[in-house]
Every structure is written in structure tokens, then in C-alpha cells.
């Protein structure tokens, strides 16, 4: 059984940092995609960023473009999501998913298994 483990979030200023990491356990994530998905209270859960099998490929929502960036240590079986220029809307759980393919998809059908989501929150 695939287990992933989100770790990386907290509190944090508007314009600060944070970095996100995905931990897999059970099973190899280097042949598949993966991707970071994030849910507002209130709001539906909504695509952030994915990442090839390789790495070589990378999606971003319009709305972290140029601030976030994604990341892959297939020796690790790990992901990481890169946060710059956090804002106050950037405030949501996290969540780690692997694909089911190699090419991350923008829809949540298009993801396997999922983690039980970290908290950021960022304040004005």
C-alpha cells in the first residue's frame, strides 16, 4: 500500500517562504507523475502544481505561476513544492498526490493515492 506524507507547512508572513515535501512509502513514485493540490476552507480542493515522471515536465495553476515551483528526488521517492511571494490566498491544506500516468494531470481523477494534507497560513 503507497503511502504519502506531507510535511513543510506552518505559519507564515506574506511574502515569506515555505517549503513542501511529500515523503513516499510502500512503493516507487519514479514512474509516475505527481502532483500538489490545495483546499481553502469553504472552497473546493483545486490543482497547484504536477510534475512529470522525470521531472522534465512541470503544470501550474494560473495562480502560483512564477511563485511556486515543483521539484522530484526519485532516489528519495520525494516531491517538493517550492512557495516564494506567499499570500494571505495561498491560506489552505495541502495534499500530495500520485498519478495515475507519468504526465500530472489538473483534474483530481487523474491522481491514485493522496496524503492527509499539511497546513499553510499565511498572514497579511
Known amino acids: 500500500q503507497e503511502q504519502l506524507v506531507e510535511s513543510g507547512g506552518g505559519l507564515v508572513q506574506a511574502g515569506d517562504s515555505l517549503r513542501l515535501s511529500c515523503a513516499a512509502s510502500g512503493r516507487t513514485i519514479s514512474d509516475r507523475a505527481m502532483g500538489w493540490f490545495r483546499q481553502a476552507p469553504g472552497k473546493e480542493r483545486e490543482f497547484v502544481a504536477g510534475i512529470s515522471w522525470k521531472g522534465d515536465s512541470t503544470r501550474f495553476a494560473d495562480s502560483v505561476k512564477g511563485r511556486f515551483t515543483i521539484s522530484r528526488d526519485n532516489v528519495k521517492n520525494t516531491v517538493y513544492l517550492q512557495m516564494n511571494s506567499l499570500k494571505p490566498e495561498d491560506t489552505a491544506v495541502y495534499y500530495c498526490?500520485?498519478?495515475?500516468?507519468?504526465?500530472?494531470?489538473?483534474?483530481?481523477?487523474?491522481?491514485?493515492?493522496w496524503g492527509q494534507g499539511t497546513q499553510v497560513t499565511v498572514s497579511s
Open positions: 498526490a500520485s498519478s495515475r500516468g507519468i504526465i500530472p494531470s489538473l483534474s483530481q481523477q487523474g491522481y491514485t493515492y
